[in-house]
C-alpha cells in the first residue's frame, strides 16, 4: 500500500485520544511513541487483523463434513377412507423414514483445509506487511514533521537578524553611512523572511495534521511535537548474496505470494478431486400395515441404498482449467513480489549510501565555508571594505545552505527508514 492509501483512509479513524490531551498546548513525541499508536490506532491495521478472523472462520468452514439428511415421508393414502379406520400406525399408509449420508472420496475435505489454511498463512502475513509498510510511513510523517520545526526554527532565526539588520541600517542612514538604496535591499529581504516565516507555520501545520491523522489523533493535530534526533549518519552494512536472498525469501510480502502459490496448488488438486465420485449411501425404514395379511404382517421394511453420480455430460474440465489459470496467476505474483522486493531493497541500498555522502559533504564541506563566507562579508562590511549587497548575497546563500544541509539530512532520514522497511523480518502473530 502506498503512502497516500493510508493518509486517505486515516481520514476515517474514529478513535481519538482522551480528553485529557486536549490540555496541553504541545505533546513531545518520539518516533517509538508514534509507532506505538499506528499499531494500536492505524484503521488500515485494524482491518487487516479482522480478516484474518474471516480466514480462520473460512478454515473452520472447510473441515466440516457433509452432514446427513432426514427424510420422512408418506405414500399410499387413501383419498376416500384415509387408509382406513383404527389408530394411525395400523391405517393402510406408507410411511417411510430415511437417512442419506454424502461420502467425499477423493481427500476433497483435506484438500479444502488445505487450501484455506494455507490462505490464512497469506492473509498473516499480508497482516504483517501492512505493519511494515505503516511503520514506514509514520516515519517519513515523523521526519517530516521534524524537518517542518526545524524549517520554522530556522525562518525565525533568519526574520529576527534581517530585523535587526534593517533597524541597523536605518540607524547609519540617518548617520549619513549608507545610501537609502541599499536600506530598501534589506526591507526587502526582511519581507522576504517575514514571508518565509509564515511559509515554514503552514508547512509545520501540515505536517502535524498529517500525522495525526495517520496515527488517529484528531485532538493532537495542532501540537505534536518530535523530540527525537536525527538518525545517525551510518551507512547500511553490504549485503552478502545469501543473505540478500534470505531477506527477500523471509519479508511478509513474498512470504504471502508463496502461501498463496500453495493455496492454488491445493485448489488445483481440489478441482482435479472433483472427477473422483462421491458416494451417497441410505438407509430407510418403511411402515405399511396390511391387515389380515399373514405372509406380511404389519408390512414392515428396511432398506438400503447407494447412489453414484455418471459422469456422462460434465466431466469438470471447466473447474480443473479455472484451478490450473490460478496457478499460474499465484507463480506469476510470486515472481513480481520478489521482483518488487530485490528492488526496492537495492534502490534503498544506493539511496542511502548517496544520501549519506550528502550530508556528509553539506556538513563538512559546504555548511562551514558559507559560514566562513557570510562571516568574513559582516567583518569586512563593518569595516567599510564591502557593500551592503556582498553581505545580503553571503546571508542568502548561508540560508540555502543550511536549507540544503536540512534536506539531505531529512533525505538521509527517509532512506534509513525505507532500508530499514526494505529488509525488515518482522514475525508473524499466530
Do not use: C
Not at 500500500?1 to 485520544?17: G, N, Q, V
Not at 384415509?82 to 389408530?87: F, I, K, P
Not at 548474496?241 to 508463496?258: G, L, M, T
Not at 466431466?315 to 482449467?321: A, D, L, P, S, T
Amino acid at each position: 500500500m502506498k503512502r497516500s492509501f493510508f493518509l486517505l483512509t486515516a481520514m476515517f479513524t474514529t478513535t481519538f485520544a482522551s480528553s485529557t490531551f486536549a490540555q496541553d498546548p504541545s505533546w513531545p513525541l518520539t518516533m517509538l511513541e508514534a509507532q506505538s499508536l499506528a499499531r494500536e490506532r492505524n484503521y488500515d491495521l485494524k482491518l487487516a487483523r479482522i480478516a484474518i478472523d474471516s480466514a480462520r472462520a473460512n478454515v473452520q468452514i472447510a473441515g466440516a463434513a457433509p452432514n446427513p439428511s432426514l427424510t420422512i415421508s408418506t405414500n399410499s393414502i387413501n383419498t376416500t377412507n384415509g387408509g382406513g379406520s383404527g389408530h394411525l400406525w395400523n391405517r393402510s399408509i406408507d410411511s417411510i423414514a430415511r437417512i442419506d449420508q454424502l461420502i467425499e472420496r477423493g481427500g476433497k475435505r483435506e484438500l479444502r483445509q488445505e487450501n484455506a489454511q494455507t490462505l490464512l498463512q497469506a492473509v498473516q502475513s499480508d497482516v504483517v506487511d501492512t505493519e511494515r509498510q505503516l511503520r514506514l510511513i509514520v516515519a517519513q510523517a515523523y521526519i517530516d514533521l521534524k524537518a517542518a520545526q526545524e524549517k520554522r526554527a530556522a525562518a525565525n532565526e533568519t526574520s529576527r537578524l534581517m530585523e535587526s539588520m534593517l533597524t541597523a541600517a536605518q540607524l547609519r542612514k540617518s548617520a549619513g553611512d549608507i545610501a537609502g538604496s541599499d536600506v530598501e535591499r534589506v526591507r526587502v529581504d526582511a519581507l522576504r523572511s517575514q514571508n518565509e516565516v509564515e511559509s515554514a507555520k503552514g508547512e509545520l501545520a501540515t505536517a502535524r495534521r498529517v500525522l495525526a491523522l495517520i496515527l488517529g489523533l484528531s485532538e493532537r493535530m495542532d501540537s505534536l511535537e518530535a523530540v527525537d534526533p536525527w538518525a545517525d549518519l551510518i551507512g547500511p552494512e553490504p549485503l552478502s548474496e545469501s543473505r540478500f536472498k534470505d531477506i527477500i525469501e523471509q519479508r511478509p510480502d513474498v512470504r504471502a505470494a508463496v502461501a498463496r502459490v500453495d493455496a492454488a496448488d491445493a485448489g488445483n488438486r481440489l478441482a482435479q478431486s472433483l472427477r473422483t465420485r462421491d458416494v451417497s449411501v441410505g438407509m430407510q425404514y418403511e411402515h405399511f400395515p396390511q391387515p389380515g395379511d399373514p405372509i406380511h404382517g404389519n408390512g414392515s421394511s428396511v432398506g438400503f441404498s447407494v447412489q453414484v453420480p455418471l459422469f456422462v455430460r460434465y466431466y469438470y474440465n471447466g473447474e480443473i482449467i479455472a484451478a490450473q489459470a490460478a496457478r499460474t496467476a499465484a507463480d506469476q505474483s510470486l515472481m513480481r513480489a520478489r521482483a518488487i522486493a530485490e528492488s526496492e531493497i537495492s534502490t534503498a541500498w544506493s539511496t542511502l549510501s548517496s544520501a549519506a555522502e550528502r550530508v556528509r559533504r553539506n556538513r563538512d564541506q559546504l555548511l562551514l565555508a558559507a559560514e566562513k563566507a557570510a562571516n568574513a562579508a559582516e567583518f569586512a562590511y563593518k569595516n567599510g571594505a564591502v557593500g551592503i549587497m556582498d553581505v545580503l548575497d553571503a546571508r542568502r546563500t548561508l540560508r540555502a545552505t543550511r536549507l540544503d544541509a536540512l534536506a539531505a539530512q531529512v533525505e538521509f532520514s527517509k532512506a534509513s527508514a525505507a532500508w530499514q522497511a526494505a529488509t525488515a523480518i518482522i514475525q508473524e502473530s499466530r
